[in-house]
């Protein structure tokens, strides 16, 4: 059976989330498996880089299936984004890859990118894309505040109750804060990346770093944060809808030389 690998970009609004659930709700997995089975005959699983959690959006995500005939990825990929429709769910590559690839196991870098939109004025043509908070924010204060979430740390503090990791020993190799100026505010776009990421851990830290921002902490505050090792410690968990997993990375890149159309 040929494998295939996918490069996928999807609105998070209207799912709950990449996996497939219980109970019929819609999942971005759903969505897939739906799609492929149209053209596949069969029921491929589809198994993905990062399993992303509701409202949360993707720009390149990569996830892999196994088919029953072998495909022209270009057309596979038109048929799928044919099947996919009206979902706000899309296919920008697809390769074949070799039996051994699997979209999660095989990755070796993951980079995540959050949108924080600064102003009163409500979002419209980004609505549910973006947080938004009313007030400025000081965004040499949060640069210095990410600076000691660099490097490799027990993230007990940054990681929901609930996550299944083994461990809470990660390596969070990049924050980056940029700014883009909008009409009468400010959009904040923060990326982080790291090899994997612990279950909310991005939005335990972006919301962390927005109290920095707003002068309710000082940057030191995170150090003491990561260091209390406490999940009480952290700041407030941001919404999920500024949250995008913008990339995953693989020590032969699958998609190299294929044009995304």
């Known amino acids: 059976m040929p494998r ?7 609105d998070g ?3 709950c989330g990449w996996q ?6 819609p999942s971005v997995q759903g969505a897939l498996e739906a799609a492929l089975a149209r053209i596949d005959g069969a029921a491929p699983v589809v198994a993905a880089a990062g399993r992303t959690d509701a409202g949360v959006h993707a720009t390149g995500q990569v996830a892999h299936a196994d088919l029953t005939r072998t495909w022209d990825p270009f057309r596979l990929q038109g048929a799928l984004n044919h099947h996919l429709r009206p979902d706000p769910v899309a296919v920008l590559a697809v390769a074949e890859v070799d039996p051994d690839f699997h979209a999660r196991f095989s990755a070796i870098e993951r980079r995540y990118m959050f949108r924080l939109l600064c102003r009163r004025a409500p979002a419209t043509h980004d609505r549910g894309l973006v947080w938004q908070v009313p007030h400025p924010l000081d965004v040499a204060a949060m640069r210095a505040g990410a600076a000691h979430l660099i490097g490799l ?3 007990t503090t940054f990681r929901a109750t609930m996550c299944q990791a083994k461990s809470p020993v990660k390596s969070l190799d990049e924050i980056t804060i940029t700014e883009v100026a909008v009409p009468m505010g400010t959009e904040l776009r923060i990326a982080l990346r790291a090899r994997s990421f612990l279950h909310n851990q991005v939005r335990s830290i972006v919301g962390t770093l927005e109290r920095v921002g707003a002068g309710a902490w000082a940057p030191e505050d995170v150090k003491r944060a990561l260091e209390a090792r406490d999940r009480a410690a952290c700041g407030p ?5 500024g949250l995008y ?3 995953v990375g693989y020590p032969l890149d699958p998609f190299a030389g294929v044009a995304r159309r």
Do not use: I, N, S, T
């Not at 295939?4 to 999807?10: I, K, L, N, R």
């Not at 497939?20 to 709700?25: D, E, M």
């Open 4 to 10: 295939y690998a996918f490069v996928v970009e999807y």
């Open 13 to 15: 609004g209207p799912f």
């Open 20 to 25: 497939r659930q219980a109970g019929g709700l």
């Open 153 to 155: 740390h027990d993230f």
């Open 237 to 241: 968990v941001c919404p999920p809808q």
């Open 245 to 247: 997993l913008a990339g």
